[in-house]
């Protein structure tokens, strides 16, 4: 990947979209904060979380409503060689990465490229492989998308967590992916039930990459972060990410088998480049507010299609949950949020948009001890947009 904002690449968005990405969404305006307040509010709210729970450290960002963004951290990106953290620091993003890939798909619905409720073999129908598939020939795009394929995780098999570790240079190519879940039966008829799969958005981004002729991490680099400038997210598609800090996955995890996810060279223990359209991106918190503020405010594509969106179906995700084209949908004390969670080995991330309020709010943890929090980081997100919404009201 360049590590240039080459400004000619805009071609992918239309006019009317680059529009909509430099002003507020239609019919609002954006009205002045006290950022001071707020800050001094988030400080204390996060030193407290932090303070009751037992993890190593954590980013936070807050998306305002006028566009501002104000980012902090806590704790320790090494806690072992007590290197405190940055709001800066990078880190693994997790299935987060899903709606990137989704706002692309999206984008290709709009112009008339991508038919979500077209078969997948209409796609990928003539690989050698396709029939193996659970549910091959019934599943759609959109199966895909909001996860009611009923075509299984490949991640979490035994035998692929066996090689994973036994190869941790090894480059997997999707196909390699997609292998673990052949002959499976499937875990419903499709569109018939709801799973959560990361195989999903492996056969979404081979799709992606069929219609465009150009590999996923260009697509989402062209389409999505050159022309929101998100310029601190970058793929997770090597055993070196420059500027990620140290994770902590808990002794014996089945990924790892270790607590410290870097080598002391900086290297992942495993080649992170195998989650790809599954997650696959590393980042700031503060490019994640910033990302989602402008995904669920419809100015990553025609916003004519964020109902579509946000049509959520029942997803065993907590009480009120529902899921949509690569987003969580959720009910909670501040109202409905549009976001998405993620989870690789030594990281926890969670991000939310309020849209009655304007504000997105994400968290990065270096953790994937979800014990080590105290509660849910959906519980501590929702904790910190309150002290933000508390800070607006007059």
Not at 84 to 97: A, I, K, N, Y
Not at 306 to 326: E, I, K
């Amino acid at each position: 990947m360049s590590s240039k904002r080459n400004t000619k690449r805009r071609r992918f968005l239309a006019p009317a979209m680059l529009l909509a990405a430099a002003a507020p969404l239609c019919g609002q305006t954006a009205t002045a904060v006290d950022t001071a307040a707020i800050r001094a509010q988030l400080d204390s709210t996060f030193q407290a979380i932090y303070e009751a729970g037992s993890f190593p450290g954590a980013t936070a960002a807050v998306a305002l409503p006028d566009g501002s963004t104000l980012a902090l951290a806590v704790g320790f990106a090494d806690s072992v060689r007590r290197v405190r953290m940055r709001p800066s620091d990078l880190m693994l993003q997790g299935s987060v990465g899903k709606t990137y890939y989704a706002a692309v798909a999206v984008q290709l619905v709009a112009a008339s490229l991508l038919d979500l409720d077209a078969h997948v073999s209409d796609y990928l129908g003539d690989r050698s492989w396709f029939d193996r598939i659970p549910n091959a020939r019934d599943i759609t795009v959109r199966n895909l998308m909001n996860h009611t394929s009923g075509v299984m995780r490949y991640e979490f098999k035994e035998q692929f967590l066996i090689d994973l570790r036994a190869d941790p240079d090894k480059r997997w190519q999707p196909e390699e992916l997609v292998a673990y879940v052949l002959d499976e039966e499937a875990s419903f008829a499709a569109g018939a039930g709801w799973e959560y799969s990361d195989t999903n958005y492996i056969l979404l981004g081979m799709i992606i990459e069929g219609i465009t002729g150009r590999a996923l991490y260009t697509e989402v680099e062209e389409r999505i972060l050159e022309p929101l400038d998100l310029r601190n997210t970058v793929p997770s598609d090597s055993r070196t990410i420059p500027g990620l800090v140290q994770g902590y996955a808990g002794a014996g995890n089945p990924f790892l088998g270790r607590d410290e996810v870097l080598l002391p060279d900086g290297r992942f223990v495993i080649n992170p480049q195998f989650e790809w359209a599954g997650g696959g991106y590393a980042s700031t918190t503060e490019d994640l507010a910033r990302w989602a503020k402008a995904d669920y405010e419809g100015r990553a594509f025609d916003p004519e299609l964020l109902p579509a969106v946000l049509d959520g179906v029942p997803a065993r995700l907590g009480p009120g949950s529902s899921y949509g084209l690569g987003v969580i949908i959720q009910e909670t004390p501040l109202g409905t949020t549009y976001g998405h969670s993620g989870f690789f080995p030594g990281y926890l991330t969670q991000v939310a948009y309020y849209p009655e309020q304007r504000i997105a709010v994400a968290v990065q943890v270096n953790t994937s001890v979800p014990q080590s929090l105290g509660r849910p980081l959906g519980a501590i997100v929702n904790q910190l947009a309150g002290a933000v919404i508390a800070s607006l009201d007059p």
